[in-house]
Nanobody
Framework: QVQLVESGGGLVQAGGSLRLSCAAS????????MAWFRQAPGKEREFVAV???????YYAESVKGRFAISRDNAKNTVYLQMNSLKPEDTAVYFC???????????????WGQGTQVTVSS
């Protein structure tokens, strides 16, 4: 079992930056892919970014060029650096994990509790 705890959310003005962190504990295997998803009020949860153990990444088109996902395997921590934030980025951001070496957007079975990101205009 893997436990995930997100941190780093908050309120920021449009154009600003935030960095989210996701600390993993428990059964952390070397073949886990780690991802970020988000859910805005009244909308379905959507994929944001993923990174494999080996460092391969994949991003949603809506955040490409503005967000960067990274991981510190020694610390079992994944980060999401969010730059040039827009009001439409406002959402609860969730960290997720799944076994696998491919940067996939589906099939995640371990989830954190989420952290709120609010971008004001």
């Amino acid at each position: 079992q893997v436990q995930l705890v997100e941190s780093g959310g908050g309120l920021v003005q449009a154009g600003g930056s935030l960095r989210l962190s996701c600390a993993a504990s428990g059964r952390t295997a070397s073949s886990y892919a780690m991802a970020w998803f988000r859910q805005a009020p009244g909308k379905e949860r959507e994929f944001v970014a993923v990174i494999t153990w080996g460092g391969s990444t994949y991003y949603a088109e809506s955040v490409k060029g503005r967000f960067a996902i990274s991981r510190d395997n020694a610390k079992n921590t994944v980060y999401l650096q969010m730059n040039s934030l827009k009001p439409e980025d406002t959402a609860v951001y969730f960290c997720a994990a799944r076994l696998g070496v491919v940067a996939t957007t589906t099939g995640y079975v371990h989830w954190g509790q989420g952290t709120q990101v609010t971008v004001s205009s």
